[in-house]
């Protein structure tokens, strides 16, 4: 099964940068939720964002519910994108394809030079209430419950007729996922930057923590202040992470020029 997946097209002023962050929004989300961060982190980082079937540009495509399918598509292609020194981010369901996506590309020896995820840990992931087939109406009730949409995207009628199947397809994605499995997953090679927030009850500080068991590298867990999408909420969170990005990226650039 052939899965279209799309990127944000590279700025040309990005062409000398040294580092690539490539990024994965939460669920039913698309790259246009990363445009502050695609323009504001230019020239230094050239920032990617992945907008997958069913929403944004690919709206008009049917989304994907299984989890092999999406994610060797994914990798087909970002490993054009590993030619340089590059970190990989994933908020709330885009964190298990994050993840799922760097398990990939360590296996074909192209892992991330560091891993950011902004949700539970794999191993903590099992939803027991299954919400995906519900009827339109507890759907949408079980989304706002959780927190999991933005507020102005649910109040939009006409939007969220178009997302829906978007939706439906990423949480029957989460309801699969195999945690107990993920508990025996080889750790991965890269550092990961484990993120919060101290108010979002879905996501509590011992699930953010239980990524240190994901990595044989170094583990780093940061709490910042807002609820489940602080990441764009919070005025502090962009710049910080910007920061420890580069920080990261040209760090390991150095170590190529010296061991070169």
Known sequence: ????????????????LSGRLVCFPHAGGAAERFHDWISGFAPVLDVRAV????????MDQSPVESWPDLIESIVT????????????FGHSFGARLA?????????????????????????MAQRDRKISGLPRPAFLAEIEAINGTPPEVLANTDLMDRMLPALRADF?????????????????????????????PQVPFHSILGWRHRTRSRFE???FAGDHFFPFTNPDFA????????DALNEHT?????AG
């Not at 292609?77 to 990989?88: N, T, V």
């Not at 710049?239 to 580069?246: A, E, G, I, N, Q």
């Not at 150095?254 to 010296?258: N, V």
């Open 1 to 16: 099964m052939s899965v279209e997946i799309a990127l944000t097209p590279q700025n040309p002023t990005h062409a000398g």
């Open 51 to 58: 907008t997958l079937p069913g929403r944004g540009r690919l």
């Open 77 to 88: 292609r970002l490993q054009p994108l590993a030619d340089r020194p590059f970190a990989i």
């Open 99 to 123: 993840y799922e996506v760097t398990r990939a590309l360590a296996d074909d020896e192209q892992a991330p030079n560091l891993l950011i995820v902004a949700g539970p840990a794999p191993q």
């Open 172 to 200: 029957a994605l989460l309801e699969t996922y195999e945690a107990d499995r993920a508990s025996k997953h080889s750790p991965l090679p890269c550092p990961i930057l484990a993120v919060g927030s101290d108010n979002d």
């Open 221 to 223: 867990c940061r709490l």
């Open 239 to 246: 710049d910080t992470l910007f920061d420890y990005v580069d």
């Open 254 to 258: 150095k170590d190529l020029h010296r």
